[in-house]
């Protein structure tokens, strides 16, 4: 499939919404936020995961000034969930929103999930954007508790997106794969590898669905309309991943 013809947003007469997801580690907005704002607006996303939000100084305002300058809005996470945050934009209704700190292992870093649970029409999808430890144990324990979260959502559809800190192999990548659908395995669109932007060669971002949506194409947006290898480059030290999916209607 030719990155043009990532399906855009829309609305099916049958209340079924195609959106696109958006999966990105900004690294705290440290590198270049103009080229970052183009890289989201040009992926033209309904929901955007961040990984490594702003979490000190002023954290709310730079988090609102990029959705502003991405031409979304801030829906929940930041310092809050401890780095995982998520945009959206005015398509999506906000049912509820929750951030969720997960147990603290002495002298490693603390880690969160950003959850929420949103409309888009008659399609009701949870949602939560993650970024796993770089210790083993801490990740796959995490892993088990971001499928609990996602479950405890309540709805019957859910997508999950973030940086896992490990590749398809590994074994809470595989847990999470056991039982979400991984969108860029079901329906492979654009690139593979998501690090690092100078030199992809690993595949450590991902976005997750629960089975019954359908995945219309998933994976890193190179040569999409409007992204650039320059901005890329410059917008944070992970490559986006960029999902089209089909949410269907509750009955």
């Known amino acids: 499939m030719a990155p043009s013809a990532l399906p855009n947003s829309r609305t099916n007469p049958d209340g079924s919404a195609v959106i696109r997801v958006l999966s990105y580690n900004i690294r705290s907005m440290r ?16 929901l955007v995961l961040i990984q490594e939000a702003p979490r000190f100084f002023r954290w709310r305002k730079k ?5 502003a300058a991405s031409h979304l809005v801030t829906l929940s996470g930041g310092a809050t969930a401890s780095g995982p945050a998520l945009l959206c ?13 997960l147990p603290l292992t002495p002298g490693l ?6 959850t929420a649970v949103v409309r888009f029409g008659r399609a009701r999808l949870g949602v939560l954007s993650c970024h796993l430890s ?25 997508v999950a997106g973030g940086d896992l800190n490990e590749r398809p192999h590994g074994r809470t990548f595989r847990r999470l794969a056991g039982e979400l659908q991984d969108c ?30 359908e995945v219309l194409g998933c994976g ?4 999409h309309p409007g992204i650039t290898e320059d901005d890329l480059r410059a917008a944070t030290d992970h490559l986006p991943v960029l999902a089209a999916l089909r949410v269907p209607a509750e009955s």
Do not use: M
């Open 31 to 46: 590198d270049d936020t103009d080229a970052l704002a183009r890289v989201i607006t040009a992926c033209a996303p309904d």
């Open 63 to 67: 988090l609102a000034r990029l959705a």
């Open 89 to 101: 934009n005015l398509r999506a209704t906000v049912e509820h929103t929750e951030d969720v700190l």
């Open 109 to 114: 870093h603390r880690r969160g999930f950003a």
């Open 134 to 158: 770089l210790q083993k144990d801490e990740r796959y324990e995490q892993g088990g508790l971001l499928l609990d979260h996602l479950a405890g959502l309540g709805v019957t559809h859910a």
């Open 184 to 213: 860029w395995t079901t329906t492979p669109w654009g690139g593979e590898y998501s690090s690092t932007p100078t030199e992809p060669h690993q595949r450590i971002d991902a976005i997750l669905a629960t089975p019954g949506i």
């Open 220 to 223: 890193v947006p190179l040569d």
